[in-house]
């Protein structure tokens, strides 16, 4: 029989966040830290509203590129949070979480060949996006003494004349980093100078701390060569309503549109609806969750500094990157004997690229206590390594 699969598509290597996961979820008594997902419900009243609509038989199909209401709301959110100014109707579209709209956007924008630029460690879905979408993609290898943030000549050596986006993932998934309004400025510079385009993906952009989020987009000459991806699993906690939304140039948005269209018709519709009033009644909702997550993430650091463990302090998303080189062991090797030995489970860095050797990743969208246990279980295995080395 021949072979029924495309060679691109069996290139692709599965996540590698997935593996501990389906590990962890059979072991008695084991605690998972490794998925980016909030353990916040999604707010009563925005529960509400997603009910209140199927109960009016709010059921049909939307527009393509989303409900009005909601196109609406996300324009005036992002004129209030980022100082971004769109039109609903031409700039903007709603989309099944955010994945989809890297993966479109994406789509859209390559033509095969095209070298798209993606700094790691970083968000799973980045790469396999940009081989589906027939691009070259060129990894920019982030590093710890710069926080993980992307600088001018790390991007300036990696354009080539066939360099056609950069993915700019920040706040990130899985370090933490975040990228200041001059650091940015430096970005948007080499962009403009070099004439290339921008997926921004700020789906973590409500949960920083200390500094508020600032978007690429917003910078003079900026907008017009940006798509901002967004959406509202993370800051709304409605990871299972998959709803995300991208606002960009008109040219883009529609040809996006018109692959949304033929591949997904529209996101759900109720999800929609209560997507409106989250973004209407949900600023105090995201506001508690995100110093609940500031708690957790001051007492993280706290235990690393306390168990000598090296890790650079993270300013945005839910994630930790501790550095774990010191054991003289892989990523892999070290968060398989630590699930095994202590039934702990957290991500390899190298779930996220190459370069995120030596590190793991650990989610603090978990409970307090939760956090506690798994840090005890965590010192005492360091420990233990150490006294055996």
């Not at 993606?118 to 691009?135: F, K, N, R």
């Not at 997904?264 to 600023?283: F, H």
């Not at 860095?349 to 246990?373: H, K, M, N, Q, V």
């Amino acid at each position: 029989m021949r072979n029924p699969l495309s060679d691109k598509v069996l290139e692709i290597q599965p996540s590698g966040i997935r593996k501990f996961f389906d590990i962890v979820s059979e072991m008695k008594d084991a605690i998972s830290l490794g998925v980016g997902e909030p353990d916040f419900d999604t707010p009563w009243h925005i529960r509400e509203e997603g009910i209140y609509s199927l109960e009016k038989g709010r059921t049909f199909y939307t527009s393509n590129a989303g409900l009005k209401e909601l196109k609406i709301e996300i324009c005036e959110y992002l004129k209030r949070r980022v100082n971004l100014c769109y039109d609903y109707n031409t700039e903007t579209m709603v989309t099944v979480g955010g994945s989809e709209a890297i993966d479109i956007g994406l789509r859209a924008m390559i033509n095969p060949g095209e070298e798209v630029l993606i700094p790691q460690p970083s968000y799973v879905s980045y790469l396999p996006c940009a081989v589906l979408a027939d691009a070259k993609p060129v990894i920019i290898e982030l590093k710890a003494e710069n926080e993980f943030k992307l600088t001018r000549d790390e991007l300036l050596a990696s354009i080539t004349p066939k360099t056609k986006v950069l993915i700019l993932p920040f706040p990130n998934n899985p370090t933490g980093a975040i990228m200041t309004r001059e650091e940015l400025k430096e970005i948007a510079q080499v962009v403009k100078e070099k004439d290339i385009f921008v997926i921004s993906d700020e789906i973590y952009s409500e949960l920083t701390y200390g500094n508020h989020h600032v978007s690429i987009a917003s910078l003079p000459g900026m907008k017009e060569r940006t798509i901002v991806i967004n959406g509202f699993s993370k800051s709304y906690a409605m990871t299972g309503w998959r709803l995300g939304y991208a606002c960009g140039p008109k040219k883009i948005i529609e040809q996006m549109i018109k692959i949304h269209q033929f591949a997904i018709m529209c996101a759900p519709t109720n999800s929609q609806y209560a997507a409106v009033e989250a973004l209407r009644n949900g600023d105090k909702d995201v506001e508690e969750m995100r110093e609940a997550y500031n708690q957790r993430r001051r007492y993280l650091m706290h235990r690393f500094k306390e168990m000598k463990l090296s890790c650079f302090e993270p300013y945005g998303a839910f994630y930790v990157f501790p550095s774990i080189k010191e054991f003289g062991m892989t990523s892999d090797e070290f968060a398989t004997r630590f699930l095994e030995e202590e039934k702990v489970a957290v991500v390899p860095g190298t779930a996220f690229g190459d370069c995120g050797e030596g590190f793991l990743r650990i989610s603090y969208a978990y409970a307090l206590e939760d956090l506690r246990i798994a840090l005890d279980r965590l010192e005492d295995f360091v420990n233990k390594l150490r006294n055996n080395q």
